[in-house]
């Protein structure tokens, strides 16, 4: 068959042409759509982890039922051994020791749950149990100061039990004494994480830790958590970064304040800490630190975002 000169150059075109048409289809085709699951919890450890915001709920009222929870109260003693038999099984460090208050003197606790991990360091979640000492005679509960930080540690504690962790070891900690007994003052506040961070800095623990995540007034239905000037910049970011990744960031850093917490002693000593703290409870805070401090002004879903957050801040730090 002879093909003449013309028809090969006209074939030759075609093919070109054919070639360049299915490249072109294969650039303009769309991504594929995203899968239904968030990016944080595809192919990472905590996708097995569901915080279960309902039972953190549950935790919440079950705390505020044995009513304020002041140091050195029969409620405070009751909440011990309530947070003690959630742990049974789980190994526990018991922190004790007498604290020396303008009040007197009295017996401080702080409970520490540890879940072992594969990697060399130690990330610590933090919140109190004790509720406000001046106000014990109000009829004060505390359900967001002392009850929502005493619950998401608690159901903290289910994600973590009994998992294989490839990350940092993750201690969760129930601290006590955070409330002054008179007047917030350096040395009428934080009687048990002062006494802790120095217990830790001389034992070689602190050194240890890679982040401290303090979690404080979480449950307000209403959730604004400050972005905190006394914490550590890069793990805000990284808080911020978590909740920007489940879509929560509406709920973060839309004002900046310096907070004084339980975080404190760990800042002056050099440890990376973030206090996930909401201190806008009510108008201009006007719920905290009075008797309206109750459960109806809190919601699940507060703290089904707190807890997330924080699970998805360990992640992130377990991948650094
Ligand atoms: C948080 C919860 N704090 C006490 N209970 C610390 C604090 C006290 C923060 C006063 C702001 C003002
Ligand atoms: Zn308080």
């Not at 830790?200 to 958590?225: C, E, S, Y």
């Not at 002056?268 to 805070?285: E, K, N, S, T, W």
Request: aromatic content about 8%.
């Amino acid at each position: 068959m002879r093909i003449s000169f013309l028809t090969l150059k006209k074939l030759l075109w075609r093919v070109c042409l054919l070639v360049t048409t299915i490249s072109l289809s294969l650039i303009a085709l769309p991504t594929p759509p995203s899968p239904a699951r968030p990016r944080s919890q595809r192919n990472s450890s905590p996708a097995r982890l569901n915080f279960n915001a309902n039972r953190a709920m549950q935790y919440t009222r079950e705390v505020v039922a044995f009513g304020p929870r002041p140091i050195g109260s029969a409620n405070h003693k009751k909440l011990e051994n309530y947070i003690l038999a959630h742990l049974k099984g789980d190994t526990v460090e018991d922190d004790s020791f007498s604290a020396d208050t303008p009040e007197g003197q009295f017996p401080v606790h702080n409970i520490i749950a540890k879940f072992s991990g594969a990697k060399d360091g130690i990330i610590v979640i933090a919140g109190h149990y004790d509720t406000n000492y001046p106000l014990r005679d109000t009829g004060y509960v505390g359900a967001n100061d002392g009850g929502s930080s005493t619950a998401i540690l608690l159901e903290l504690a289910n994600q973590f039990r009994g998992k294989k962790r490839d990350g940092y070891s993750v201690w969760l900690l129930w601290t006590d004494a955070e409330e002054a007994v008179k007047q917030w003052s350096p040395t009428d506040s934080l009687y048990g994480t002062r006494h802790l961070a120095e217990k830790w800095q001389n034992d070689g623990t602190l050194k240890r830790i890679k982040a401290f995540l303090l979690a404080d007034m979480i449950a307000d239905a209403d959730l604004n958590v400050e972005r905190d000037a006394n914490s550590t910049p890069w793990l805000e970011d990284l808080v911020l970064q978590a909740a920007t990744g489940l879509g929560y960031q509406s709920h973060f850093f839309a004002r900046t304040i310096p907070v004084e917490d339980d975080h404190l002693p760990f800042v002056h000593r050099g440890v990376p800490c973030a206090d996930l703290i909401d201190l806008d409870y009510g108008y201009g805070g006007v719920f905290h630190h009075t008797p309206q401090d109750t459960l109806d002004k809190l919601s699940p879903k507060s703290l089904e975002i707190a807890g997330r957050v924080i699970l998805e801040t360990t992640r992130l730090l377990d991948q650094k």
